[in-house]
């Protein structure tokens, strides 16, 4: 955490938020009357100012300004993931209601919208337990599953384009090679990038890893 991040959580904390707030009656107690009676403003400022410098002194030197800089750090990085993975959520629920024809694609879909179900259950468990301490969830992991949306998308787009061009016996102006082998390559990528993500988020040993820590203890 950044200097201007922890000042950014500190202020934004209850224990910030208190401070500034009794600092600011100190300021009006002591202001008003000399704004009334003496025609000045300054004392008031410097009741404020001072009440805050000492009470927040006094709070990071027994250690509670970073204790409450760190929960409200917690709570904010918490809120992100939950609108992150919200989104994620929407976006895998139009990834699932695209009706694809039978073949590589599909399957491939099929399997990364399973894994992506999985990694986005268990990112919503981490974010319960640990209300953001640790990786709630795995960047590439959202990444991936955005691209994949993009990925049929395009597929879509040329299996529709190739279909309209042979009806009307037209050549393909866009033609690529084996196009449903290749698509469906990049969906297994994305589906083993999510895979790997959802490890990250339980601190699972993949079986790979798990095989290979075997074999160095033997």
């Known amino acids: 955490m950044t200097t201007r991040d922890f000042l950014s959580a500190y202020s934004r904390s209850a224990l910030g938020i208190g401070t500034h707030v009794l600092a600011l ?5 002591i202001g008003l009357p000399s704004a009334l009676f003496a025609g000045g403003l300054l004392p008031g400022l410097a009741a404020f100012l001072a009440s805050a410098v000492l009470l927040d002194g006094l709070w990071f030197v027994t250690g509670l300004a970073p204790k409450s800089a760190a929960v409200e750090a917690g709570r904010l990085a918490a809120s992100k993931a939950r609108l992150r993975l919200d989104g994620a959520r929407l976006g895998l629920d139009r990834l699932a209601a695209l009706r694809l024809a039978p073949g590589p694609v599909a399957q491939a879909r099929d399997h990364l919208v399973i894994e992506a179900r999985r990694f986005l259950e268990e990112a919503g468990r ?10 709630a969830y795995d960047p590439a992991a959202l990444a991936a599953m955005e691209e994949a949306l993009l990925l049929v998308d395009a597929w879509q787009k040329e299996a529709d384009e190739t279909s309209l061009e042979r009806r009307f016996g037209a050549t393909d102006a866009h033609p690529i090679a084996d196009a449903d082998a290749r698509f469906a390559s990049a969906l297994k990528d994305k589906t083993a990038l999510i895979g790997r993500g ?3 988020v339980t601190g699972e040993v993949s079986p790979a890893d798990r095989l290979s820590i075997e074999e160095e203890l033997s």
């Open 25 to 29: 009656g100190a300021g009006l107690a």
């Open 126 to 135: 981490g974010l319960a337990r640990s209300d953001s301490e640790g990786p």
């Open 198 to 200: 959802r490890e990250n």
